[in-house]
């Protein structure tokens, strides 16, 4: 009884190895973000970073302040995984195809993590440190993929957070 359920069951696999041979191969459609990852950058990696820099010279005092923080460093974790998957701008594709633009993308998501770290621990010197590797994978990024106009002015030159630290 054992080698006919045994070979019933061989038979049967093979019958639907040999089938699904037949059959075409689907397309998968490509996931792609619905706007372009420069959009996501100046909307969310920006908009996430800035405070998180910034942070070492504000000296945040209350809970809200690290809470925000956290809430911040969270968004950027997620943003730096956001930008692996290609989106609707014209280089969007050729940028996630290249292996630096996703270590660069990881680094990010780490260093976001760290700072999420830091503003649990509610640590001026950790979230400075974290601040300073934020801009530094960024800088490193842009000189890399964009040396140009970090937003294309989406949303103005400067963001707020930092325009009010410059004044």
């Not at 994978?137 to 000189?143: K, R």
Request: glycine fraction near 6%.
């Amino acid at each position: 009884m054992r080698k006919k359920v045994h070979g019933t069951f061989m038979g049967t696999l093979a019958v639907l190895v040999l089938l699904s041979a037949c059959t075409p191969p689907q397309e998968v459609e490509e996931f792609r973000l619905p706007i372009s990852i420069n959009e996501v950058m100046a909307s969310m990696i920006n908009h996430s970073a800035d405070p998180i820099w910034v942070a070492a010279w504000r000296n945040p005092t209350s809970e809200r302040d690290w809470r925000e923080l956290e809430h911040l460093a969270r968004q950027l974790q997620v943003g730096g995984a956001l930008i692996t998957i290609p989106g609707s701008g014209p280089v969007d594709t050729m940028w996630t195809n290249r292996s630096e633009w996703q270590e660069y993308s990881q680094a990010l998501s780490d260093a976001a993590g760290r700072a999420v770290n830091a503003a649990r621990s509610q640590d001026v010197e950790l979230i400075a440190r974290a601040g300073d590797e934020i801009v530094d994978i960024c800088e490193g990024c842009h000189i890399d993929f964009k040396p140009d106009l970090p937003t294309m002015n989406i949303y103005g030159e400067l963001s707020p957070t930092a325009d009010s630290v410059n004044n």
